[in-house]
């Protein structure tokens, strides 16, 4: 089982009016946050190997395993309807966890990350930022966080780069070839918003669950051909693409049985929703 390394406790729900009375646990819901991987949208094409940790995705160029796939998560924010009645002022429409360093499960089940009380109400957008951690933050409480997990981040891997996102582990193997071992670091920094259809539902003392998915297909996959991160030309496809391929689904309790809640995004350099991941900073909205 993966370790899932947080700071702030991990707790969602963070960004509510300091004096709304919805943040009182009577009129309030609970959701709990997971990270995993869509293998039901990418069983043609890549596969989960039971008992262990590990994807294994083929294409024509060859075979790429998947060992190890973490990503720094700067922020993240469940949005919700602007009129609810349970919340007055300007941003009590965020709900924010983070930064996270999260160690992606490869496997079938997604893994808890945060989890907090949050206003009943009915939640329509997640966004979400993967960034390298901000070395230029003034506020001294968050800055104290950013250094506190980023000591945590370099417990586990000592020679995390300061302006690296994420990490990826695996082999390649070319068609009729040996195997290529790789360790990549990549230096990118994209925005995703998932927007959830139909709406995750948070009633009065109901438990919820919101799954953040990635398709490997679509991140480790270019064409007929996988990506190849033990090539300069594979690893700068993955940082100009590491967006794509997530998706987000609401459940009406931890056990993820209410499939009905769905959503998918694309990761964006501004924040716009394109379908491509980038390099710049994204917007703040």
Partial sequence: MKIISLFAAGLLALGTCADNPASSSADAG???????????????????????????????????VIDDLRLVVSRFRLK????????????????????????LPLGPTAAAVASGTIPAGTYRRVDFRVRDLDDNEENPS?????????????????????????M???????????????????????????????????????????????????????????????????LRDLEDHAGRGFSGHGHGSDDGSDDDHGGHGHGSDDGSGDDHGGHGRGSDD
């Fill in 30 to 64: 609970r959701v709990s946050l997971r990270f995993g991987v869509n293998g039901a949208s990418s069983s043609q094409t890549a596969r989960q190997t039971a008992g262990t940790d590990r994807l294994v995705l083929t294409g024509a160029n060859g075979t790429l």
């Fill in 80 to 103: 919700g309807d602007d009129d609810r009645s349970t919340c007055t002022g300007d941003d009590c429409d965020d709900f924010n966890a983070g930064p996270m360093f999260i160690d």
């Fill in 142 to 166: 968050e800055r104290a966080g950013i250094d506190s997990l980023r000591a945590r981040i370099l417990a586990e891997v000592r020679d995390w780069p300061r302006n690296a996102s994420m």
């Fill in 168 to 234: 990826v582990v695996g082999t390649f193997t070319p068609t009729g070839g040996t195997a290529v071992p790789f360790r990549a670091f990549l230096r990118t920094r994209f925005d995703v918003r998932l927007e959830l259809s139909p709406p995750l539902a948070v009633g009065r003392g109901e438990q919820r669950s919101l799954d953040v998915l990635v398709d490997p297909a679509a991140l480790f996959r270019s064409g007929g051909n996988v990506v190849n991160p033990a090539q300069s030309s594979g």
